[in-house]
């Protein structure tokens, strides 16, 4: 783990490696620094994908990966059912709770540790299931979204939003793949990934725009499925 830190540290691609590496999986004090980071960053891939997401008040909503929690802050204040969050980080668990400590005692809300290859809920649980910025950590893709689809009830809906779209002979892209240990998807392979999966009405959006973190042009994406 050292050495990659120094090989990126020396070419300086990536800023601050010791910070991002934790969007994996944050832990500890760094962990906690940047899910309170990725909570302002990742505010206007959210606003602008869910713009494309129509959401009732009736709908049970859990997002995956919910790192720090806001879009689990966001849904509350749009459904009046139960919002779930999920993160296999320890770190995200905690803040995504602290952040939503009322709503969790009002009943209204839960934050559970957990995989996304397991999840632990009943089938046809959920109206909606979101992921933001989560989906290129995911181990095993196509069967961690037939796990999604077993817990959505019939006609609920998947959706995912990404700040990256691939980028050819892109030096810092690479790098962060490499960094990271992720996966970069592009609109067909998502496309595909969640017809394979057994979605259907499979639709995405793209926006040119830039990465939040290092302010480069970047492509965002937001992808909807339905069981
Ligand atoms: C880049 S952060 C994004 C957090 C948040 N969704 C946001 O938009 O700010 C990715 C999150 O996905 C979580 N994650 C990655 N792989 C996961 C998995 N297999 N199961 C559950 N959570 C996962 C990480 O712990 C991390 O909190």
Redesign the pocket.
């Known amino acids: 783990m050292l050495k990659i830190i120094m090989r990126f540290k020396n070419i300086k691609i990536i800023e601050d490696p010791e910070l991002l590496i934790n969007?994996?999986?944050?832990e500890g004090k760094l962990g906690s620094k940047l899910?309170e980071k990725?909570?302002v960053?990742?505010e206007g891939?959210?606003q602008w994908s869910l713009s494309h997401l129509d959401i009732s008040k009736d709908d049970v909503i859990l997002?995956?990966?919910?790192?720090?929690g806001?879009?689990v802050d966001r849904f509350l204040k749009i459904t009046e059912n139960k919002v779930y969050g999920?993160?296999?980080?320890e770190a995200?668990c905690e803040k995504s709770a602290l952040l939503n400590e009322e709503a969790i005692s009002d009943g209204r809300c839960e934050i559970i540790q957990?995989?996304?290859?397991e999840l632990p809920f009943d089938d046809n649980t959920f109206d909606i299931a979101t992921?933001?910025?989560?989906v290129?950590?995911?181990?095993d893709f196509i069967n961690?979204l037939k796990e999604v689809h077993r817990v959505l009830k019939d006609d609920g809906r998947i959706f995912i939003a990404n700040e990256a779209l691939p980028k050819e002979n892109d030096a810092r892209q690479k790098e962060l793949i490499e960094l990271l240990n992720m996966k970069i998807y592009s609109k067909d392979q998502l496309e595909e990934y969640l017809l394979e999966a057994g979605f259907s009405n499979v639709i995405s959006y793209v926006k040119e725009s830039k990465d939040s973190f290092t302010g480069e042009s970047a492509d965002w994406i937001c992808v909807i499925g339905q069981k």
């Open positions: 969007a994996r999986k944050p899910i990725m909570n960053n990742h891939l959210a997002d995956i990966g919910c790192g720090g806001v879009n999920l993160d296999y980080s995200a957990g995989s996304v290859s992921g933001f910025e989560t290129y950590f995911w181990p961690d």
